[in-house]
């Protein structure tokens, strides 16, 4: 059984540390490309995987560094068969990618782990489509389905749990949830908003967690909310609301930008890694539960070292 799968030590409220925007990091800062935003395209030779491994050590460092726990979360965000396809990755192929992307995990887990800095391995999955503007929506029924053999090959890993990250719309959150829980793994839900606070398909952050938990009894371990500045839905959240106390994590975007502006881009908007971390310690006031910290798009190690620094 892996290490923290029946007990995940985030759920006790110290705080943990995860990475940054790890696509966003490996193309601007490192020059490398990575098709379709595919981080596990790496993993297919000898160089990507010693990049990745790289980008690990730098954030498990800073855990170690400071005394808290890491969530060290898998390359495997567009891992699934449709993203395989596109890449022109068997699914066979991808599967074996998958456990190559916890294995590298393993490795750094015993390198750096220790009495202080606990290290949870988290299988991510990602949306079946865009992460920003679905077209396509599947019903709970398809999700389930369609996530069902990543969620199987984590459950036969080390990995302690499954995030799901960048869910757009509850149906999906809700399939993805139940794939993960008939998989027996721990199951953690990210859902992206907009600059309105909404997901893209319009729904309230209220609803979609109210939503999930219903159709799902309360199937989650948490939620978080990733791919979003904190200025986008800060306003959406009130202390106290039995939903905002299902929230413990955040991985936010270093930019302001819309989701739409994000994707036109041709340069990095990196912001102001000292006020984003100071956005993070208002935010505690409102998210009582909240204890794990990492960041998204155009954040690197400096946003989430100054992030930390601002919330212990």
Same mark, same amino acid.
């Given at each position: ?128 489509? +865009? !992460?920003?503007? =679905? ?8 999700? @389930?389905?369609?996530? %069902?053999?990543? #969620? $199987? ?42 600059? +309105? !606070?909404?997901? =893209? ?8 967690? @109210?939503?999930?938990? %219903?159709?799902? #009894? $309360? ?94």
């Amino acid at each position: 059984m892996p290490t923290y799968r029946r007990n995940l030590p985030q759920l006790s409220g110290d705080l943990f540390l995860t990475d940054g925007g790890i696509e966003t990091t490996l193309i601007f800062h490192e020059g490398l490309t990575l098709p379709f935003f595919a981080a596990v395209n790496l993993l297919k030779d000898d160089a990507g995987t010693a990049a990745l491994r790289k980008y690990f050590r730098t954030y498990a460092a800073i855990a170690k560094r400071y005394g808290i726990g890491c969530i060290l979360e898998s390359a495997t965000w567009r891992a699934s068969s449709d993203w395989a396809a596109k890449l022109g990755i068997s699914t066979a192929a991808m599967i074996e990618l998958n456990r190559k992307a916890i294995a590298l995990l393993e490795e750094i887990r015993a390198e750096s782990e220790d009495e202080r800095t606990r290290m949870v391995i988290s299988g991510c999955i990602g949306p079946r489509g +865009d !992460g920003y503007n =679905p077209q396509v929506l599947m019903s709970e029924a398809e999700a @389930e389905r369609y996530h %069902a053999t990543q #969620a $199987q090959t984590f459950r036969d890993t080390e990995a302690d749990m499954v995030t799901a990250i960048t869910m757009t719309y509850p149906a999906e959150a809700i399939g993805l949830t139940r794939a993960a829980r008939a998989a027996d793994m721990p199951v953690v839900i990210a859902f992206t908003v907009e600059t +309105d !606070g909404r997901l =893209p398909g319009g729904q309230t952050l209220r609803e979609a967690v @109210e939503q999930v938990d %219903a159709a799902t #009894a $309360q199937g989650p371990a948490y939620y978080m909310i990733n791919c979003a500045h904190p200025t986008h839905f800060a306003g959406s959240l009130t202390a106290g609301e039995p939903w905002v106390d299902r929230i413990r994590g955040l991985r936010t975007n270093a930019s302001k930008k819309s989701h739409k502006e994000l994707d036109e881009a041709t340069e990095l908007d990196a912001g102001d890694p000292v006020q984003l971390g100071r956005e993070h310690r208002e935010l505690k006031g409102t998210l009582r539960k909240l204890n794990v910290l990492g960041g998204c798009c155009g954040t690197d190690h400096r946003h989430v070292e100054e992030i930390c620094r601002a919330c212990l």
